[in-house]
């Protein structure tokens, strides 16, 4: 049982690069997301999937797109990289989203600097 | 005002005594408060979750909500080295129904 899994692990990217972040869990959660990590700013979410088949915009989606490929998978594509977009992204999912008791848990992160 | 509000530290405290971290949260709304930890260069983990006003025990760990006050703060007793790490509070419900609204996060470091 892994938990969730990001790849790749480190990225350097150049103004304008594309790529995707990839993130799997293997809980059987039906909500996953994606948030980035500057410092002094804790956490911020991006996007995020309710459930199969549906995303909607967090608190700063802009230039980022999501896909939910399929219950285990939930990928974040930079389309045009900025270097503002340099930062630690996470991916999460939690298995009862809206319960007082929904918990998020968290992937190992991606190290991504855009020169 | 930022809504979910933490002092960013750092907190240093000697080995053994309590470290007392504290958060305030602005949506009246919120209905679960959760404290994860994250050590440096890792992913954040999850320490305990608390709805319920009063304390909560696990372990060194006591968490302690006040909803009239919304506050919501961790207590780590007998503090050890390997507590050093950042302290995350976040919050859940109201306006953000299903999503997590984090803190900033307090530094912690525990000195021998």
């Known amino acids: 049982n892994a938990g969730v899994t990001q790849t790749p692990k480190f990225q350097v990217l150049k103004t304008g690069q594309s790529m995707t972040l990839q993130c799997a869990q293997d809980?059987?959660?039906?909500?996953m997301y994606w948030y980035r990590q500057d410092p002094g700013m804790g956490l911020r979410l991006i996007y995020y999937?309710?459930?199969?088949?549906?995303?909607d915009k967090g608190e700063v989606p802009n230039g980022y797109n999501v896909s939910r490929l399929n219950k285990r998978e939930f990928s974040l594509r930079l389309e045009s990289a900025a270097p503002s977009q340099t930062s630690v992204y996470f991916c999460?999912?939690?298995?009862?989203?809206?319960?007082?008791?929904?918990?998020?848990?968290f992937g190992p992160g991606t190290r991504l600097t855009v020169l | 005002q930022k809504e979910v509000e933490q002092n960013s530290g750092p907190l240093s405290v000697p080995e053994g005594a309590i470290a007392s971290l504290n958060c305030t949260y602005s949506?009246?709304?919120?209905?679960?408060f959760f404290w994860y930890r994250q050590y440096s260069g890792k992913s954040p983990e999850l320490i305990m979750f608390?709805?319920?006003?009063g304390d909560k025990e696990d372990g060194r760990f006591t968490a302690q909500l006040n909803k009239a006050s919304q506050y919501v703060s961790l207590l780590i007793r007998d503090s050890q080295p390997s507590d050093s790490a950042t302290y995350l509070c976040?919050?859940?419900?109201?306006?953000?129904?299903?999503?997590?609204?984090f803190g900033q996060g307090t530094i912690l470091t525990v000195h021998p």
């Open positions: 999460a999912s939690s298995g009862r989203r809206g319960a007082r008791t929904d918990t998020q848990y």
């Open positions: 809980m059987n959660h039906n909500s």
């Open positions: 999937s309710a459930s199969e088949g549906t995303t």
């Open positions: 949506d009246r709304g919120s209905q679960s």
């Open positions: 608390i709805y319920s006003n």
């Open positions: 976040a919050v859940a419900g109201g306006t953000s129904y299903g999503k997590l609204t």
